[in-house]
């Protein structure tokens, strides 16, 4: 168990629709980034957020959005479904920000768009 | 730009058998470098990681050593057992351009008894 704990664990929606996923990074840490998992494009970096902060952003399409809240959990909403957007959603944290930081992914959150 | 190449999968071993999983990589600057592996239907736990050339990271009986000569992190491991049998991820992070991770495309690893 990394400490990172993702909800919901599996999102069945139709294309078109909005989703919310949510994340909770270990205690104490301040970075969340957010990766996508899909067999077409492998795992890809979206989004990386730092004390609520934006921090880096990787190939997130317009579609999507996160957001870092006081409280330090993170939250990933994808609109406009389609198809290929199913993909399995992962969650990371680490205690800072830097390339020496180890990031502890949660369990993700698979998503299947219909 | 910055990226992470691994050997295509699967690796198909017996149980016992040693493993060696190739990965290079290309960075702009000075990379750390990191295993993950991914069970089946969990998530990516960190295995090993180095951050420095020469380093070596090892882990439950895993090693990969940090070559900047070759730009290579190859994963080995002496004996493998059938509980190895996962899916593994080389990545690498380098800042100043981000702190991401780059990963590879992973290798599938199957150990039969």
């Known amino acids: 168990d990394s400490g990172v704990t993702q909800t919901p664990k599996h999102l069945i929606t139709a294309t078109g629709q909005r989703v919310t996923l949510r994340c909770s990074p270990r205690s104490g840490d301040l970075s969340v980034y957010w990766y996508q998992q899909s067999l077409d494009q492998g795992l890809q970096f979206l989004i990386q957020y730092y004390n609520g902060e934006e921090r880096a952003k990787g190939n997130i399409l317009e579609r999507f959005s996160a957001q870092q809240f006081p409280d330090l959990h993170s939250e990933l909403n994808l609109s406009s479904l389609e198809l290929g957007d199913s993909a399995l959603y992962f969650c990371?944290?680490?205690?800072?920000?830097?390339?020496?930081?180890?990031?502890?992914f949660g369990p993700g959150t698979r998503l299947l768009v219909l | 730009g910055n990226s992470v190449t691994q050997m295509e999968g699967p690796v198909t071993l017996s149980e016992e058998a040693f493993l060696t999983i190739n990965c290079t990589y290309t960075a702009t600057g000075y990379p750390s470098l990191f295993w993950y592996v991914q069970y089946p239907g969990e998530g990516l736990q960190l295995l090993l990681k180095a951050t420095k050339a020469d380093d070596k990271g090892s882990n439950k009986g895993f090693e990969a050593t940090y070559r900047k000569e070759t730009t290579s992190f190859h994963l080995e491991k002496g004996s493998v057992q059938v509980s190895d049998s996962a899916v593994y991820f080389c990545a690498l992070s380098v800042v100043p351009n981000t702190d991401k991770l780059i990963f590879g495309t992973g290798t599938r690893l199957q150990v039969f008894p």
């Open positions: 990371a944290s680490s205690v800072s920000s830097g390339e020496q930081e180890t990031q502890y």
